[in-house]
């Protein structure tokens, strides 16, 4: 049986977009459910939790709504005894509460004109709302919400999903969307990008959730990267020829564009390595939204991902890169 444990303060209008109907309606109620039916049998040896992160709005959009501006909001099913359980909670951001309190949104959110905003900077640091939705990830035993333009990483319980608050080894560029964990040393590895030189910075969580080690990754202008890759020795980041073109970010405006001149590096670095150990690999033109596997053959690195040869209708291949 469901118990209502909160509802959230909503204002959002009734709309046929379609990116707020059917499975993306949103739910401004918090629910514990104990208990579950069960339909089948689930086997009495397999015990812990399963969380995703969802994109919920509660305000109506200041111009157009686009899905990523919905807050973040995690959904946790716990098997344990042959038994399941639920609950869902907001994620507790900054920008959450504030707009909870002012009762309407503040952030003119992704596709709105940076121009029009108040906010000042791109992504999380400007215009667009840190809602914490994009990613979830257990390291150090509990959870870590993210967002993909750099956020700030959101500590969660993984016992009740209470917010627990802003991560504090986070540096001010955030974190990306993507964080790895090394299910063996339980390690996480992360990486930032912004719109100053070095451009992107790599760091190293231990399993006691200290950071231990950050250097810069130096690019030859801002990009926009999104996912990295870990092996058991190595990290891979990237430079991508997709970016907001410099002329743009001095008037205030990010929009990305796709340089068709220009080709793709992969960098390769030792998990503990400085920026000047970073092996750059270029390779065919292309963008990489997300990785799907990353391991070693003998001196060989190989990473899995769709490879696109425009960040659009995507691909799947294989790339391979030498580390000596
Ligand atoms: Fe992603």
């Given at each position: 049986m469901a118990k209502l444990v909160n509802?959230?303060?909503a204002t959002l209008s009734e709309t046929d977009h379609p990116y707020?109907?059917?499975a993306w309606t949103p739910n401004f109620a918090e629910y514990d459910a104990d208990d579950m039916e069960v339909i089948g049998e689930i086997p009495a040896d397999i015990a812990g939790i399963y969380v995703r992160n969802t994109e919920n709005p509660v305000h109506d959009a200041i111009g157009k709504y686009h899905p990523f501006d919905g807050d973040g909001m995690?959904?946790?099913l716990r098997l344990k005894d042959g038994k399941a359980s639920y609950?869902?909670?907001f994620i507790r951001t900054r920008g959450f509460e504030a707009e909870q309190e002012a009762g309407e949104a503040l952030w003119i959110g992704f596709t709105g004109n940076p121009k029009k905003s108040r906010r000042k900077g791109w992504g999380a640091h400007g215009y667009?709302?840190?809602?914490?939705?994009?990613d979830i990830v257990v390291h150090a035993g509990q959870l870590l919400s993210t967002f993909w333009q750099c956020g700030e990483g959101y500590r969660v319980s993984a016992e009740n999903l209470d917010t627990l608050g802003i991560e504090g080894w986070v540096p001010l560029d955030g974190i990306s969307a993507h964080p790895k964990v090394d299910l063996k040393t339980g390690e996480m590895m992360f990486f930032n990008y912004s719109t100053h030189a070095p451009y992107m910075h790599y760091g190293v969580v231990g399993a006691d959730n200290r950071?231990?080690?950050y250097t810069p990754i130096e690019l030859p202008a801002p990009r926009l990267p999104h996912d990295m890759a870990i092996s058991p020795?190595?990290?891979v980041l990237n430079d991508f020829p997709l970016y907001w073109p410099k002329e743009l970010i001095d008037q205030g405006v990010y929009v990305p564009q796709y340089d068709q001149t220009r080709p793709s590096r992969f960098a390769v670095l030792p998990r503990y390595g400085n920026?000047?150990?970073v092996k750059w690999f270029e390779a065919e033109r292309t963008y990489v939204l997300h990785f799907t596997n990353c391991y070693e053959e003998g001196d060989d690195v190989v990473l899995d991902g769709y490879f696109q040869k425009n960040p659009g209708p995507s691909r799947c291949r294989r790339c391979r890169t030498r580390t000596s």
């Open positions: 509802r959230v303060s707020l109907n059917g995690l959904h946790m609950k869902n909670r667009i709302k840190d809602s914490s939705s994009t950071l231990k080690h020795n190595y990290s920026g000047d150990e």
